[in-house]
């Protein structure tokens, strides 16, 4: 039974995304769950050979990327996404027996979630302090544990710690979405779909006009770049890696060639090529025609 790592304890949207990829087929049958404190300790879990894999967020379409994701990935050993799944986010107002919503003075919440009910706290809560929690569902043991009144969390934790709902589909923002990757050991890409994500970082010379090359490489090749990011390296004032984003798979001839391109003149890390879950952006073009003209013209036959 494979173990996969999600970022936890029990009871967070990130245990929720690994249930949806098990019931969609993404492991060959049931997995082992193991809790992890974070994202990055979840994905450590991986290199140290302690769990075959890990869930974890990667993009809020509210807040964006989750960075403590997207700094895990890109240093250490490598690691791969093989897959994704995402979810639709909304969250309850857990409290213990016997509270009401007047009672709240604390309200316990992660920061990416309290940062997606700000305007629901700021009309319903006002009188709220915040307590900040280490997830989602930490912030419904933080309200067991006596540390706040009430937490922003889920219903599933709720239930596993015999909490009450207060306030349930609490959310600033209509249909906000969470995408969440399956990451493993390095790997052979999962199969090209048609409607495949290629992630890269990159972290390119300090001379003018490297970004613009890099992106002229995607450019001229007609792939569409659909997320574009730079995070700090941490080594010193100025520096940063970047976190792109492609329609396509490394199986298709133009990404191929990109990434060799890229390979070239910079430092880059495969994130991996795997099926989007929403297909957003065009396809690469095909080189079919391109790739028959150029075996027809060694064999001397091709004149146009």
Not at 129 to 144: F, G, H, L, M, R
Not at 157 to 182: C, K, M, N, P, Y
Not at 219 to 244: C, K, N
Request: net charge negative.
């Amino acid at each position: 039974m494979p173990r996969i790592a999600y970022f936890g304890p029990s009871g967070t949207f990130t245990e929720m995304a690994l249930a949806q990829l098990e019931s969609s087929g993404a492991f060959d049958g049931p997995v082992e769950r193991i809790a992890a404190p974070s994202q990055g300790a979840a994905l450590d879990l991986i290199r140290s050979g302690d769990v075959d894999g890990a869930v974890v967020p990667i993009e809020s379409s509210v807040e964006g990327s989750i960075s403590a994701t997207l700094d895990s990935l890109a240093i250490g050993p490598r690691l791969q996404i093989v897959a994704e799944t995402e979810l639709e986010v909304s969250f309850t107002i857990l409290g213990r027996p016997g509270t009401a919503l007047p009672d709240v003075r604390t309200l316990a919440a992660y920061p990416v979630a309290a940062a997606q009910v700000r305007q629901w706290v700021a009309r319903h809560l006002p009188q709220a302090q915040p307590y900040t929690s280490a997830s989602n569902a930490a912030a419904a043991e933080d309200v067991v544990a006596g540390h706040a009144d009430a937490a922003v969390s889920t219903a599933l934790a709720g239930e596993r710690l015999g909490l009450i709902a207060l306030a349930s589909g609490v959310a600033d923002h209509e249909q906000a979405i969470t995408r969440f990757v399956l990451c493993t050991p390095p790997t052979v890409a999962p199969p090209a779909t048609g409607a495949d994500r290629t992630s890269i970082v990159l972290e390119l010379p300090n001379v003018p006009g490297s970004l613009m090359r890099a992106f002229a490489e995607f450019a001229t090749r007609g792939i569409d770049l659909t997320r574009i990011e730079s995070r700090p390296t941490r080594t010193g004032m100025g520096t940063y890696r970047f976190y792109l984003d492609c329609v396509g798979h490394i199986d298709d001839t133009a990404v191929g060639e990109a990434l060799k391109a890229l390979h070239r003149t910079a430092r880059i890390r495969f994130l991996g090529s795997w099926p989007a879950t929403s297909a957003t952006g065009t396809p690469p073009p095909s080189d079919e025609s391109a790739a028959q003209w150029l075996i027809q013209l060694r064999k001397g036959m091709a004149d146009l």
